[in-house]
C-alpha cells in the first residue's frame, strides 16, 4: 500500500514508519526537517521536504498514489495554534483532487464524543487537559469538529491516553467504555491500531478510545 505519513519524526509517527516499512508498504514522508530521520530510514521512503502548514507541499506528498495517510502530528506548548486542525484542513482538500482514499489520525482522550460512556476518569481527562493542555485540547477538538463535517472522506481515528514507549503488544482495546485517566498505551500499538485502520471499515468516522 501507497502510504503517506505526517509527523514521522515525531515518537509516534516514528513507529509508524518504522512498523510501516517492516510490513513492506511504500511510505512518502513529508519532513519540515529531513535530518531528524536516521539516514538509512531517508534511503527506504519518498521524501519531501517542507511544510504540512503549507497546500502545497501537503499535495506534493500525496501526490503520486497515495492510497492511505496517518496523520500522527503531536502538539506542545510551542506549537502554532489549531496546527493540526489546518494540516487536517490542507489534507481533506487535496484527498478527493488526488484521488486518496482514507485518512487515519490520532486524536486525545481528552476530547469526548457522543459515543463514550463517560465516566468520571473521562470528566477528569478533560478538565485537566482544558486547564493545562488548553493548545492541545482546542487543536484535537477543532480537528475532530472539521472531520465530523467531512463524512465524504473516509477517516478513522484513535484516541489515546498516557503514550508511552514501549514494545508493540498488540493486546490493546478500541472503543467507548468508560477509561480512567491513568489509562496508559505505548506509541508502537498506537501505530499497529492506526495502520490496521488503513484497511478496516470497523470504526468508519469514529474515533474510538484506545488502550490497554
Not at 514508519?17 to 538509512?40: G, N, Y
Not at 510551542?78 to 487535496?94: F, G, K, W, Y
Request: charged share 25%.
Amino acid at each position: 500500500m501507497k502510504i503517506t505519513i505526517f509527523g514521522a519524526t515525531g515518537a509516534l509517527g516514528r513507529e509508524c514508519l518504522d512498523q510501516c516499512l517492516e510490513a513492506r508498504h511504500e511510505v512518502t514522508v513529508l519532513a519540515r526537517t529531513p535530518s531528524k530521520l536516521a539516514p538509512e530510514l531517508r534511503d527506504r521512503i519518498r521524501l519531501v521536504h517542507g511544510d504540512a502548514l503549507d497546500p502545497k507541499h501537503v499535495a506534493s506528498a500525496l501526490a503520486g498514489g497515495t492510497e492511505g495517510i496517518l496523520f500522527a502530528i503531536g502538539v506542545d506548548k510551542s506549537s502554532p495554534e489549531n496546527l493540526c486542525t489546518d494540516v487536517t484542513r490542507h489534507i481533506l482538500a487535496a484527498m478527493p483532487r488526488l484521488g486518496v482514499r482514507r485518512l487515519v489520525w490520532c486524536g486525545g482522550g481528552s476530547t469526548i464524543v457522543e459515543d463514550d460512556a463517560v465516566s468520571m476518569g473521562a470528566r477528569f481527562v478533560e478538565i485537566f487537559a482544558r486547564t493545562f493542555m488548553a493548545l492541545r485540547h482546542r487543536d484535537k477538538l477543532h480537528q475532530l469538529e472539521l472531520l465530523h463535517h467531512s463524512l465524504d472522506v473516509e477517516w478513522v481515528g484513535i484516541r489515546p491516553l498516557q503514550m508511552r514507549k514501549g514494545p508493540r503488544r498488540a493486546d490493546y482495546r478500541l472503543g467507548f467504555h468508560p477509561y480512567s485517566g491513568l489509562s496508559k498505551i505505548h506509541f508502537a500499538d498506537c501505530a499497529d491500531a492506526m495502520i490496521r485502520m488503513l484497511t478496516d471499515d470497523t470504526w468508519l468516522h469514529k474515533a474510538p478510545i484506545v488502550l490497554y
